[in-house]
């Protein structure tokens, strides 16, 4: 069995940046493609972000344009979400998910999830 926590979350201004966290435990990180995901009050999961079990492979959402990064630190079992240049709509609830098989942008193909942790982008 696999957990995932998020942290990293908060209240941010317009044109800020946060940087969230997905810590693993139960199994090795190496061995899972992890995704991020979001969802704001009312609106169904969208895909974010999907990094795979290596770090070799990054896949992003079209709505990101170039302002997030997804990084991967196997050695300290977390999995980082770098977020520039934030907007009003980026307010939802980021929740990293993992999977030991599929990499991509389908939430239903992950078999882990955690948590999720608020991000709030308000002046």
């Known amino acids: 069995q696999v957990q995932l926590v998020e942290s990293g979350g908060g209240l941010v201004q317009p044109g800020g940046s946060l940087r969230l966290s997905c810590a693993a435990s139960g199994r090795t990180l190496s061995s899972l493609n992890i995704g991020w995901f979001r969802q704001a009050p009312g609106a169904e999961r969208e895909f974010v972000a999907a990094?795979?079990?290596?770090?070799?492979?990054?896949y992003y959402g079209d709505f990101v344009k170039g302002r997030f990064i997804s990084t991967r630190d196997n050695a300290k079992n977390t999995v980082f979400l770098q977020m520039n240049s934030l907007k009003l709509e980026d307010t939802a609830v980021y929740y990293c998910?993992?999977?030991?098989?599929?990499?991509?942008?389908?939430?239903?193909?992950?078999?882990?999830w955690g948590q999720g942790t608020q991000v709030t982008v308000s002046s």
């Open positions: 990094i795979s079990w290596s770090g070799g492979t990054t």
């Open positions: 998910a993992a999977s030991t098989r599929y990499y991509g942008s389908s939430a239903r193909n992950y078999d882990y």
